[in-house]
Each structure stands twice: as C-alpha cells, then as structure tokens.
C-alpha cells in the first residue's frame, strides 16, 4: 500500500452497510439420516448439515514472522520499560521523585516520547517477508513478500512488532492472549458459516461473527481443543460483536469480503471486560469440518490499539516482553498504512495480520432448543 | 421451594396409589415365603452414606472432603463388600480427618449460631447442659438412636475437658462432636436381634435396626428424626405403622439420592473412578467426559423409575435421557450449558443404557472396543450371570497381532470360538457384545471398522437381532433382567449375598414386581414391607465382646466401654459375622 489508505477507505464505503441478523432459520431434519459420521475429512466435500456450520476461536496471536534474529533485528531487540527505566535514571547518586520518574514514564505510556528514542533508538525488522494478506490488491514500495512468494502483502504493524520480544514466538503475550480467551468466556467469538452447499467449494456463503458465551472443551491430553462443543450466543451483552459478511470457498480455503468494522473480545487480565476493534477485517481460513485455520488481517486504528494495550496490559506485563507503550506508539505513527484522517491527511490505522485457528462448534441461537439443533446437526 | 413441595405432593400421592394398588393385589396374589431370615449385619458406612448422613443432619454448607477407601465388589455388589469389611490404620486416618473438618465447621461462627441448639453461659469455659443438649440429639441422628446416659456422660465430659483444656467451649464441643464421628457407632451399620413377639421363637430386627436397614436402603443415609421418633414408640414395629414409614420415605426427595446409590452400585459405575483411554486414540474422551457419562444414566434411571414410575425393563429401550455439553461431543450433537433433557431420534442408534456412553466406554478397552467386556458386563451386571475369567493360559497373541488381517472385530474375536477353552464363555459374551461394535472405545457411533461395513447381528439366548437396538429389545423382553434387579435390590437392601435359601423369596418378590407393572417403587415398597426383610435368622446372638485393654480411665475409654454395641470394635468387622 502507498500509505495512502483511500483506495481502501473507496473500496469499503462501496461495501453495504451491514445488519445483524440475529437469528438464522435452521433446517430441520426432523428424524431423517439419524446416524452420523464423527466428522471425518471423509465429509469435506459434503454440505455441512443445514447448510451451515460454526467455529470457535481456539488460538491467535499477531502474525510475525522470524528469521535468524542476528539478521531480522541486526541491533537487537527493543527494550522494554525496564531496561529504558534504567538508561534514563541510572543510578547514579541522583535524588529523584517518584513523579520525576515511575509516573513519568506512566504518563509517557500515552504519548510519543522523543527523549526516550533518543536513550534507546526504536529497533525493526530487517528484510521484506512477512505473513500477512494484500489487503488493497495493489503492490506498494512497503509491502512485504509472503514466504510463499507472494507480493503485496500488508502488514505494517510487522515493522513496529518484529523486533518487540513480547510479539514474538518466545515472547508472553501469545501465551497470555490465549490463556486469557480461554478463562474468561467474555472472550469466547465464535463465527457461523450459513448457506454453505460445499465446504470445498462454493461461490457465496455467508459469515456471521457473534460472542459465545460457553467454555472451550479441552482434549484428553491437556493441550488442545476439540470440535463438537456448543456455544449459546450472547444477545445480551453481545450484540455489539454481531457482524456479517459475504464470503467464497475455492479449494477448502475461505476468504471473505472486509468488515468495514468489527470488535473482537478480548479481555485481559482480572476479566475486564475489553475487546479489539480492527477496520477491513477479512479472514483467509483453510476450512474442514473440524476447524478453521489461517489468517485474519485488516487495519487497526493505532489511538485504539494503544488505548486497549495501556488499558488492558499494564506496564508490569509489558515489562515482561520488552514492550515500551510509548516507544511502540511513535512507530505505530510512522508506519500507520490506512484510514487518513479527513482534514490532516494523517493515517490513523496500520495494517496488520493474526494467525488464527478455530475449531467445529454447534452453535445455540436464543430460539433453538437442543433437540432442534441436534435434529440439524443430523445428516 | 415450590417445585420441592409439588414434587413432594406428587409422590406422596404416587406412592398413596401405589399401596393402595398393592393391597389389591396382596389379597389375591401369592403369600411371601416363610424365610429363615439372615443374620443381623453390621456395615461399614460408604463414602457417600457418610457424606449424606452429615449433610442431612448437619446442612450442606457443611462440607465433607475427601473419598474413602472403598470396599471390595462381592457378589456384584460394593454393598456386600462393605459387609465384610474392616478398618484399616488408613482408612481410619482418613475418617478422623475429615472428622475434625467437619466438626470445625459445625461449631465455627458461621454455622454454631442455628446447628447448636444453645448458648454457653461463657464461650470461655465448658458448659455441661448445652453440651449436653447438643451431644444427645446430634448423637441420636448420628448414631441412629438415642445415646444411653453413660454415653451422654462421656462425651459431655470430653468436651468439658478439652472445653477447659482449650478455654473454649465450642472448642471442646468440636473435640466432642470429632470423637463421635469416628466412633464405630456411626461408622458402622450396626443391627440388632430381638424376639418376635408375633411369632413366637422367632428372631427380627429391633426397631433401631429396621429405622437403619430402611433408611440406608432407601436413602443411603442414617434414619432422621422421624423415623427414629417411629423406633422408639414401637411403631415402626407394627403392620401399619411400617407402611407409613415406608410409603414417607419412599415419597421423600431423599429416595432419589438413595437409588443413585444403588444404581451406581449395581453398575459398577465405581470403575468409572479409573477409567481412562487413550488420549492420542480417543483425544474427545476426557475425564469431565467420564464424569458426565455416569451423570448420565444415573440420571436418566431416576428420572425413569423414581420421576416417571415407569418400567424398569423400557430403561433399555428408551430413547429420553439427558445430555450435556461435555458429553454432547460423543453424541454429535450439541447441547446447552447444564444438563437438557434429550430424546434420540427414533431411527438412531441410540436407544437404551447399552447405547448410553458410560456402558459402551467403561465396557471396553483405552483404545479400542471389546465385545467380550460388552458382552461380559451385560450378562453379569444386567442379568446377574457369571462368566467365568479367561483360562490362565489363553494365547492373545491372535487378537493382538497387529499384522493379522481382521478387519473388524467380529473376525477377531472368532479366533477365540476356535479354541475350545475359549469358545465356551465367549459364545455367551460375543453375540452380545458384537451387537455394540456400531459404537467404538468411546462410545462413539461409527458403521464401518477399518473401512468395512461392520455387522452388528447378534443374539440373546436364543433372540436374534440386527443391531443394537434389536439387543435392547431382546434385552428389555429377557425374563432375567427384572429378576436381576431383584436380586441385587434385595441384597443392597438387606444387607449381604443372597443364597440358595433365598430363591422362594426372590420368586415371590418377581411375582410381585411383575404384578405391579416392573415399577422400582413397588417392588421397594414390597421389599420393605415384607417379613423377610426384618427377619432374623434362628439362633443368631451377638458376638462375644472382646475384651478390652486395660489402659487408661480417660473419658475416650468411657466412650468406647459404653458404646451402644457390644460389637463394635473397629479392626475387625468379619468376626461378627461367623
């Protein structure tokens, strides 16, 4: 992208406006075809029952892609309040208050800090790959190539991230972001594929993203999830992550149309009660009846994200992977792909890519009861 | 509240039908056998008896830790193992421990001030008449009868000593109320003979022991207060007053934890505790599975027989029970939080407690099915036959050679049909068992093994059917089914093995449970009303007491000289019975 954002901004102000529509009729067969396979690839060329089928979110984390770090980060990694506490007031005999220091840098945590890239310069990624979609169709001077070779990849939020210990493999957040959608059944989003004739291959199907509002089933090992749970949709409270969109299937791989905007839940520590919000969001998953994995990318509206991160993620565990709130919101700025701002012309979102997976789940609307959605889960 | 007391109206008047209906059919259906009676027993409580006495007499915000040891499986049942069993140092620990619990929590701040029935003139000190008072009811629910005055003595002086020891009254009340908990008289079922005055140079339970045998039975607990109240005025005694206690118990919402006991105990459903399958070959089954499978037909089996009165033999059959999330995953369904009420659709293959998870997955091996564990678990839990073990030298290496080519397991448990040793015992299990093979190690549907359509034909003495549901049926209509359950709900109410001596009676109670539709309530009430369930065998008196060690005075040897029993000592149970 050209850091322009407005062929994205056109392309979504054509897309219409969309509705949740709250209840989605299910197909009753009634008695009909009652013994069932338990949901073998066997399956995959078949209509799922009803013509629809639903996910729940199992695992994410931002799309980041590693090399050998001496040459993806040639400087290092960034360093995170911590280490920047320590540059900035060394100890060295110097009275200082705890509002000249501690709460400084507190406050700092919302707004860009030129002294602190001046003690520690803010360290990105080397190189042109990364994971991530073409977001605009286009193939721009700061687009990234996909390891599988393809150009126009956008994923600016690569570049602020890559070399942030936290948003790497080794770093805590990939682990706390899951144990926390895990714990907390705030965090539970769900998606229900409808109209779907082929789960190989079909022109048009329709996704609709809602919050569940039941726990994951664990496997026997302790390590993964497994398909076939339930999930009862929140119409009470979650209403607000109802959102709906047109998508295709060609060769067991969804890709969708972008959702002009979307909230994904996400609460964080102590249960409070967040989410995220993206622009643009469309989803590449590689489908089967069993789960849903691949790639959910869009844009972030960078004053958003550093407002969910500060008010979501403290200093303290941010501490932990090396994340300086104030330092990453300068390159947020510098790098920010999408969505100028009408009057200054600024863009005020970045784009960015997850790697997601989700698993099978029968999906409970208020208005079914078990033997009706059990009645359609039966082929 | 509401739903308790409509529930509670709607038994009693069930239960008002249902003596009415069998006194119709006492007056022209056959008399009960005169029987020889069986010795008094003395039991140790199980795990969940111990638990439901507390939680009765003492609320359930008390909480109870912890699961005991539990007795071995005699004659297909833990109850008969329980009659049979001692203390072990072990096992004892485990008692005092969660004794002290639970007498902490009694006497704390949060419960004292409604489970104590008084105040002390001072908190600081002991306080002998409130002791007293609640010593002498906690232990007359606890133990199943009134405390004698030496008894009271004792344990009040115990408290009275640790209450001045400690400075604290509820303190020593606590220490007092921890030694009852661990006392023989309530951890052990303790019955006792008396003449029959109704049939003179006959034997028959005293009432105590009645109020006990009635209560464990029909609701795994110690007799409440009323029952007790009904002991000591001799009521329980009397023809009429027997049928009152019987028909109120069995309208009480403690009959349906009493017969979940049963079941459970029936099933075998204590193997449930160490069931586990292979996580890489069955990665859905997990431990909440387990736990949901057994909730399941338990559920499903009070809910037919107790809720709905139905037909003990359609619980076979039946295609309604209930489902969960957890368990929904087997099923290939989905279900709500909680548990739902659920009917299989009528041309699944789901129909009946053979087709419920907890008997496909607990009757099978971590990795795979098993039609001879199938087979096997359905003739002697269901139909109360024997099949003998495996002859120490079978050769497994025919079933277990992976190279070997059978594709389902019909061909490879045919290799046992060509060895003479085995093919005597698995012509009884197999035809059975191969039944189920539409269900794999989990309890999950599947048609076809190794890509070929499996054959679920079978036969049952005789009965031929297609697939599983044909064996539900074949199983439903099978004269040994009803008569089973009679015979283990004899045995688990009674009290120990029934023998030869007992066929006459058993008859007699098939006959009556036929007569009344194979409804459960009927034949309890059948059971507990009639005479055999109270007799005492000829020339049965209590073992001589051991003596005792000379040790000390202290107030806990007062306590354990004065117990109601000459019996109860607790390192051995078995003594008492020769």
């Known amino acids: 992208m050209n850091n322009s954002g407005k062929y994205l901004q056109s392309r979504l102000s054509n897309i219409s406006r969309i509705l949740p529509r709250i209840a989605v009729a299910a197909t009753l067969l009634t008695g009909s075809g009652t013994i069932l396979l338990s949901g073998s690839d066997a399956a995959l060329a078949e209509a799922p029952p009803g013509g629809r089928i639903g996910y729940v979110l199992t695992n994410r984390m931002y799309a980041v892609y590693e090399t050998d770090e001496s040459v993806q980060c040639p400087d290092g990694l960034n360093l995170g ?39 520690a310069p803010y360290r990105e990624p080397q190189g042109n790959i990364s994971y991530g979609l073409n977001l605009d169709g286009q193939t721009g ?41 895990v ?52 119409m009470r409270w979650g209403k607000e992550f109802i959102m709906q969109i047109q998508g295709k299937i060609v060769d067991g791989i969804l890709t969708t149309e972008p959702i002009e905007h979307i909230k994904v839940p996400a609460s964080s520590t102590f249960n409070t009660n967040g989410y995220e919000s993206y622009l643009g969001l469309r989803f590449q998953l590689a489908l089967t009846p069993k789960a849903a994995k691949g790639t959910m990318a869009g844009f972030m509206d960078i004053d958003k994200f550093r407002h969910w991160r500060n008010t979501t993620w403290s200093t303290h565990h941010q501490s932990y992977g090396q994340e300086s709130a104030s330092s990453m919101y300068s390159a947020l700025h510098r790098h920010a792909d999408g969505y100028p701002d009408a009057v200054t012309g600024q863009n005020t979102a970045i784009s960015m890519a997850q790697e997601v997976t989700f698993v099978q789940t029968y999906i409970m609307h208020p208005s079914e009861k078990t033997n009706q959605v059990a009645a359609a889960s039966l082929n | 509240m509401h739903l308790f007391v409509i529930t509670l109206v709607r038994r009693t008047m069930v239960y008002l039908l249902v003596a009415a209906t069998l006194v119709g059919c006492s007056e022209s259906g056959p008399a009960e056998p005169e029987t020889q009676g069986a010795q008094p027993r003395m039991r140790l409580v199980t795990t969940d008896q111990y638990v439901n006495t507390l939680m009765y007499v003492f609320g359930s915000s008390v909480h109870t830790q912890g699961e005991f040891s539990p007795a071995e499986r005699t004659e297909g049942l833990l109850a008969n193992g329980a009659a049979v069993a001692g203390v072990s140092a072990s096992l004892l620990e485990q008692f005092q421990r969660t004794a002290a619990s639970v007498a902490a929590q009694v006497v704390d701040e949060g419960h004292r001030h409604y489970l104590i029935p008084c105040k002390p003139a001072s908190e600081d000190a002991a306080d002998n008449v409130c002791a007293t008072e609640f010593l002498s009811k906690t232990g007359r629910l606890l133990f199943g009868r009134a405390l004698n005055d030496a008894e009271i003595t004792a344990y009040v002086a115990s408290a009275e000593t640790a209450a001045e020891s400690l400075e604290d009254f509820y303190r020593g009340l606590a220490t007092a109320l921890e030694g009852m908990l661990i006392s023989p008289d309530f951890l052990f079922v303790l019955e006792n003979a008396e003449p029959d005055p109704r049939t003179p140079g006959k034997l028959r339970l005293d009432a105590y022991s009645v109020a006990s045998r009635l209560s464990y039975f029909f609701w795994n607990a110690s007799p409440d207060a009323e029952l007790l109240d009904a002991a000591e005025s001799g009521e329980l005694q009397t023809e009429d007053g027997l049928a009152r206690a019987v028909d109120r118990m069995l309208a009480s919402p403690r009959l349906d934890s009493g017969m979940r006991a049963f079941f459970d105990d029936m099933f075998a459903f204590d193997d449930f505790n160490t069931l586990s399958k292979d996580p890489l070959i069955y990665p859905t089954f997990t431990s909440v599975t387990a736990v949901a499978a057994r909730e399941q037909t338990l559920r499903t089996v009070i809910n037919h027989l107790i809720n709905n009165e139905e037909d003990y033999r359609d619980l076979f059959t039946t295609r309604s ?4 999330p957890e368990l929904a995953v087997l099923y290939d369904m989905p279900a709500p939080s909680g548990w739902t009420p659920y009917t299989f659709p009528p041309d699944s293959l789901r129909a009946g407690l053979l087709t419920h998870v907890s008997f496909l997955a607990l009757h099978a091996h971590p990795g795979r099915s098993s039609p001879t564990l199938r087979g096997k678990a359905l003739r002697e839990l269901l139909l109360c036959q024997h099949v003998p073990p495996p002859p120490p030298d079978v050769d497994f290496s025919v079933i277990m050679d992976a190279n070997a080519h059978y594709p389902t397991q019909r061909e490879r448990v045919a290799a046992h049909l060509e060895n003479p040793s085995c093919a005597g015992c698995h012509r009884v299990t197999d035809p059975t068992g191969l039944s189920l093979e539409n269900f794999n190690g989990e309890g999950r549907v599947r048609l076809r093994e190794n890509n070929v359509l499996i054959d679920a034909t079978g036969d049952l003495d005789g009965v031929k059917f297609e697939n599983v549901v044909g064996l539900g049926q074949a199983l439903r209509n099978n004269t040994a089914l009803p008569a089973c ?94």
């Open chain 1, 183 to 234: 714990q907390y059944n705030s965090n539970r989003w769900v998606f229900e594929l409808t109209g779907v004739d082929d789960l190989t291959n079909d022109d048009e199907v329709t996704l609709t993203t809602y919050r569940g509002r039941d726990p994951l089933l664990a496997d026997a090992t302790g390590e993964g999830y497994i398909p076939g749970g339930t999930q009862r949709i929140d």
């Open chain 2, 321 to 324: 029970t209930f489902i969960s």
């Open chain 1, 81 to 119: 309040p911590r280490e920047l506490f320590a540059k900035r007031f060394p100890d060295d005999g110097t009275k200082r208050t705890v509002v000249e220091t501690q709460l400084k840098l507190e406050g700092e945590n919302w707004h860009s800090n030129a002294e602190e890239n001046l003690v």
């Open chain 2, 485 to 578: 359950l009679v015979q283990r709900l004899y045995s688990y109410g009674s009290g120990g093995p029934t023998g030869a001596q007992d066929n006459q009676l058993l008859e007699y109670f098939n006959e009556r449970f036929a007569a009344g539709g194979y409804r459960l309530p009927n034949l309890l009430r059948t059971i507990g009303l009639s005479e055999s369930f109270s007799r005492v065998k000829d020339g049965w008196s209590p073992a001589p007491m051991e003596p005792e060690p000379d040790v000390d005075n202290s107030p806990e040897q007062h306590i354990a000289s004065n117990t109601h029993n000459a019996e109860p000592t607790v390192q051995s149970v078995e003594g008492v019975k020769k």
């Open chain 1, 141 to 181: 001077p700061n687009d990234f190539q996909s390891p599988d070779g393809e150009d126009g990849i956008d994923n600016q939020f690569y570049r602020v991230v890559g070399c942030t210990n936290n948003y790497m493999k080794a770093g805590s957040l990939r682990h706390f972001v899951n144990v926390f959608m």
